[in-house]
């Protein structure tokens, strides 16, 4: 059953990760930019805009991507 249905919204491509919730409710998108990990989560009335989690030597590409899994799944 359709649970949610958002327009796809303005991204980089290009190796991006989509994390969905198990209730199928909330998603994020993000990609890497730079030294940063840019995302945009969904919200009732659409997506949100570019958010973005600065990467440095404690904090790097894949545990940022980790972050933004629980955050969508805490949700």
Not at 2 to 19: H, I, M, R, Y
Not at 36 to 58: A, D, F, K, N, P
């Amino acid at each position: 059953r359709q649970v949610s249905n958002w327009p796809v919204p303005d991204f980089e491509t290009k190796g991006s990760q989509l994390f969905v919730s198990e209730s199928g409710q909330r998603a994020i998108i993000c990609w890497t930019s730079g030294n940063r990990v840019v995302y945009r989560e969904s919200t009732q009335s659409g997506w949100t805009g570019q958010l973005e989690i600065g990467l440095s030597e404690s904090l790097d590409t894949s545990r940022a991507y980790q972050l933004l899994e629980q955050r969508v799944r805490n949700h």
